[in-house]
């Protein structure tokens, strides 16, 4: 069935001679692995350069229910990126993200809603001039919100713990390991209440960003099963200051 839809590109890499496989998130279809036959000049309409991480394009795919791989007939880009590609510390993070939404996200999962705001978020990423150094930990914390596990703050209040498996703070530490101290539960709740617009207000330091994003990706694989090591994140740690 020929499927039309905006797909996210996550990963790609040349199979064979002629070949490409793609994974791709889309707003119809959900998590989407593919092959594509890559055209003999450059007057095809498949293009290897569409394909790089957190592209947003326009596919249409020949979706067939027993195929561990689709293929794509039709692919553009819909809104091309003016900055990412050639802004080092965008370039970086651009690739953190296309890593960790294909740990976090499943091949079952559809949500239009989610689709749209990542879209959003990378574009945002892509039109802003600075001040973007707290980018992937707000995104990444909000994308929470998609997944089952967005931090309550109803029951917050400083000096409190935040328990990582109830996603909730208490007056107590819980009776487990995965849990803040109130310290760092205070993070959450600022985390939480940032967006891209705010995040600048907050200054970190290196060593607090990274900090943060350990205990966010420890999150993540509390939650999520199965949740790989991230490749990307060392580099990302040496960004800004």
């Not at 050639?86 to 965008?90: A, E, I, M, Q």
């Given at each position: 069935m020929?499927?039309?839809?905006?797909a996210i590109v996550l990963h790609s890499f040349k199979y064979?001679?002629?070949?490409?496989?793609?994974?791709?998130?889309?707003?119809?279809?959900?998590?989407?692995?593919?092959?594509?036959?890559?055209?003999?000049?450059?007057?095809?309409?498949?293009?290897?350069?569409?394909?790089q991480p957190l592209f947003i394009l326009e596919v249409v795919l020949d979706i067939r229910q027993h195929s561990n791989l689709q293929h794509i007939k039709e692919a553009r880009v819909v809104n091309p990126f003016i900055s990412i590609p050639?802004?080092?510390?965008?370039l970086s993070i651009s690739l953190f993200i296309a890593e960790f939404l294909r740990c976090a996200t499943r091949r079952e999962q559809t949500d239009s809603t989610m689709f749209s705001y990542i879209?959003?978020?990378?574009?945002?990423?892509?039109?802003?001039?600075?001040?973007?150094?707290?980018?992937?930990?707000?995104?990444?914390?909000?994308?929470?919100?998609?997944?089952?596990?967005?931090?309550?703050?109803?029951?917050?209040?400083?000096g409190k713990w935040f328990?990582?498996?109830?996603?909730?703070?208490?007056?107590?530490?819980?009776?487990h390991r995965d849990y803040l101290a109130p310290a760092e539960a205070d993070l959450i709740q600022v985390m939480?209440?940032?967006?891209?617009?705010?995040?600048?207000?907050?200054?970190?330091?290196r060593l607090e960003r990274n900090r943060l994003l350990d205990v966010i990706l420890?999150?993540?694989?509390?939650?999520?099963?199965?949740?790989?090591?991230?490749?990307?994140?060392e580099v990302l740690k040496e960004l800004f200051t």
């Open positions: 020929l499927t039309k839809t905006k064979g001679e002629m070949q490409m496989i793609v994974d791709l998130l889309t707003e119809q279809c959900g998590r989407q692995a593919c092959i594509l036959r890559l055209p003999k000049s450059s007057k095809g309409k498949l293009k290897k350069q569409y394909f050639f802004n080092p510390y965008k879209e959003n978020s990378i574009l945002w990423l892509d039109g802003c001039e600075d001040q973007f150094a707290n980018f992937h930990l707000v995104f990444a914390m909000r994308l929470t919100k998609f997944f089952g596990f967005y931090p309550n703050l109803e029951d917050y209040g400083h328990d990582l498996r109830s996603s909730s703070f208490s007056s107590a530490p819980p009776l939480m209440r940032m967006n891209f617009p705010t995040m600048h207000l907050y200054k970190m330091s420890d999150y993540y694989r509390i939650h999520i099963p199965d949740f790989p090591e991230m490749k990307s994140i």
